[in-house]
């Protein structure tokens, strides 16, 4: 416990007695959690999802936390899903759906509750497993550094503590959990992260997982440095507008490629584009991303030039839904296209918005990428119709040029055994 009070004194995640809500399921972590957190003398509400996926167990688990808190004088809420209700309206995933009705509830608990924040019980092993999902999908620095210790209104407590840790101090408090079954099924990535290949790597590596979890610690540390200097980089080679001094960051940054994509960062920019800036900084009239160069100055284009919006999987105007591989029937279509499951995982972030010159990406059943308007030229698009395409991208990644080509990124191959259906309703 006194290693958790002192993770949480370092992150300044609590003040003294503040108010929490902890997430409490009645497995081992979020009973350790609550235990730890009412024992330093927080003010703490215990909040319980029961989806009903697990028939008596649900109920069990829920039985559990009620006596639970009851022992402990800790105020309960419970709250009760309609799972395939969401998933009918969504077309999400059952954990998906879980993930959202969970999420979407805490959050009105908090924000019902000013000052409160939502302690998870993510620990030490669930960070390392998040390492490892993002480092296999070639993250960056802020994929590999792994879940922060605050995300907003979340805070992690536990997240230097081990599994084997915690159930060692409920072992010495004589406190008893309940275990999900489904925890031990290898379906989902995670679960054969953590069943079966990181106890073989601990197996050949002893102590692997506190030295990733160290790793992730010194990731953090250069993500936070990454950002202050991305704020110092702003003020000194932009201006008011948002516009970039590009002449003056090639004649005099030491790495000028670098601190250029820095700034350009969610413009759809890419190496190529930046290589082309550094390389004739003075060129006049070419569109980079959302930025125009002139003579010097990358000037950024009006929003009404590039409309682009976040979209959501399951949420208007992207219909989703789930297909088996046996009833997996692929056809033509302009308006749908079919993914591995695997593309919803590590929460990435989705945009549909208009292709923009210089756009590249990796065509289904080819090797290498072409360029969009390689494409168009293909298809013999005029400009009005080139000015109506969108692309479907995942963190900055195009999936999908909507009505002409899917990307081979996360495309249905032979191992896929989830799949899913997105159908662009606009």
Same mark, same amino acid.
């Given at each position: 416990m006194e290693k958790v009070k002192t993770f949480i004194r370092s992150h300044?995640?609590?003040?003294?007695?503040?108010?929490?809500?902890?997430?409490?399921?009645?497995?081992?972590?979020?009973?350790?959690?609550?235990?730890?957190?009412?024992?330093?003398?927080?003010?703490?509400?215990?909040?319980?999802?029961?989806?009903?996926?697990?028939?008596?167990?649900?109920d069990r688990d829920m039985e559990f936390v009620?006596?639970?808190?009851?022992?402990?004088?800790?105020?309960?809420?419970?709250?009760? /899903?309609?799972?395939?209700? =969401? &998933?009918?309206?969504?077309?999400? !995933?059952?954990?998906? %759906?879980?993930?959202? +009705?969970?999420? @979407?509830?805490?959050?009105?608990?908090?924000?019902?509750?000013?000052?409160?924040?939502?302690?998870?019980?993510?620990h030490?092993?669930?960070?390392?497993?998040?390492?490892?999902?993002?480092?296999?999908?070639?993250?960056?620095?802020?994929?590999?550094?792994?879940?922060?210790?605050?995300?907003?209104?979340?805070?992690?407590?536990?997240?230097?503590?081990?599994?084997?840790?915690?159930?060692?101090?409920?072992?010495a408090e004589g406190i008893g959990f309940v275990t999900d079954s489904t925890n031990a099924e290898n379906t989902f990535r995670r679960n054969r992260l953590r069943n079966v290949i990181l106890p073989l790597i601990e197996e050949? /590596?002893?102590?692997?997982? =506190? &030295?990733?979890?160290?790793?992730? !610690?010194?990731?953090? %540390?250069?993500?936070? +440095?990454?950002? @202050?200097?991305?704020?110092?980089?702003?003020?000194?080679?932009?201006?008011?507008?948002?516009?970039?001094?590009?002449?003056?960051?090639?004649?005099?940054?030491?790495?000028?490629?670098?601190?250029?994509?820095?700034l350009m960062r969610g413009s759809g920019i890419t190496q190529q584009m930046i290589d082309s800036i550094i390389a004739d900084p003075m060129a006049a009239g070419l569109t980079f991303g959302t930025f125009?160069?002139?003579?010097?100055?990358?000037?950024?284009?009006?929003?009404?030039?590039?409309?682009?919006?976040?979209?959501?999987?399951g949420k208007p105007p992207l219909a989703m839904k789930h297909i088996s591989r046996e009833s997996f029937m692929p056809r033509r279509s302009s308006d749908t296209i079919w993914l591995d499951a695997a593309v919803l995982e590590g929460n990435p972030r989705f945009e549909l918005r208009p292709w923009r010159q210089g756009d590249r990406f990796k065509p289904f059943g080819m090797k290498g990428s072409k360029k969009l308007s390689d494409l168009f030229v293909t298809h013999r698009l005029d400009s009005n119709a080139k000015r109506r395409v969108r692309v479907l991208t995942r963190d900055g990644e195009i999936l999908w040029v909507v009505g002409l080509r899917p990307s081979r990124l996360f495309a249905v191959n032979p191992l896929t055994t989830d799949i899913i259906e997105l159908t662009l309703k606009l």
């Amino acid at each position: 416990m006194e290693k958790v009070k002192t993770f949480i004194r370092s992150h300044n995640l609590l003040a003294d007695g503040a108010k929490v809500v902890v997430a409490l399921s009645g497995g081992a972590d979020s009973v350790a959690l609550l235990h730890m957190l009412s024992r330093m003398g927080y003010s703490c509400t215990a909040a319980h999802c029961n989806f009903h996926l697990r028939g008596a167990e649900s109920d069990r688990d829920m039985e559990f936390v009620m006596k639970l808190c009851v022992d402990m004088s800790i105020p309960l809420v419970i709250k009760h /899903f309609d799972v395939y209700a =969401r &998933m009918k309206a969504t077309g999400e !995933s059952v954990e998906m %759906a879980c993930r959202s +009705l969970r999420y @979407d509830w805490f959050r009105e608990l908090v924000d019902s509750a000013p000052g409160s924040s939502l302690a998870v019980a993510h620990h030490l092993n669930d960070n390392v497993e998040t390492f490892f999902l993002n480092a296999l999908r070639g993250s960056g620095v802020a994929g590999v550094r792994g879940m922060l210790p605050r995300a907003g209104y979340i805070i992690r407590p536990l997240l230097e503590v081990t599994r084997a840790e915690i159930e060692a101090y409920l072992r010495a408090e004589g406190i008893g959990f309940v275990t999900d079954s489904t925890n031990a099924e290898n379906t989902f990535r995670r679960n054969r992260l953590r069943n079966v290949i990181l106890p073989l790597i601990e197996e050949y /590596f002893p102590g692997a997982s =506190r &030295m990733i979890s160290a790793t992730m !610690s010194n990731l953090r %540390a250069d993500s936070a +440095l990454l950002s @202050d200097y991305d704020a110092i980089l702003r003020d000194t080679y932009t201006d008011e507008t948002g516009s970039i001094d590009v002449a003056g960051l090639a004649a005099g940054h030491p790495h000028p490629a670098e601190a250029l994509y820095r700034l350009m960062r969610g413009s759809g920019i890419t190496q190529q584009m930046i290589d082309s800036i550094i390389a004739d900084p003075m060129a006049a009239g070419l569109t980079f991303g959302t930025f125009t160069l002139d003579r010097g100055r990358l000037i950024p284009l009006d929003n009404e030039q590039v409309a682009a919006i976040t979209v959501t999987p399951g949420k208007p105007p992207l219909a989703m839904k789930h297909i088996s591989r046996e009833s997996f029937m692929p056809r033509r279509s302009s308006d749908t296209i079919w993914l591995d499951a695997a593309v919803l995982e590590g929460n990435p972030r989705f945009e549909l918005r208009p292709w923009r010159q210089g756009d590249r990406f990796k065509p289904f059943g080819m090797k290498g990428s072409k360029k969009l308007s390689d494409l168009f030229v293909t298809h013999r698009l005029d400009s009005n119709a080139k000015r109506r395409v969108r692309v479907l991208t995942r963190d900055g990644e195009i999936l999908w040029v909507v009505g002409l080509r899917p990307s081979r990124l996360f495309a249905v191959n032979p191992l896929t055994t989830d799949i899913i259906e997105l159908t662009l309703k606009l």
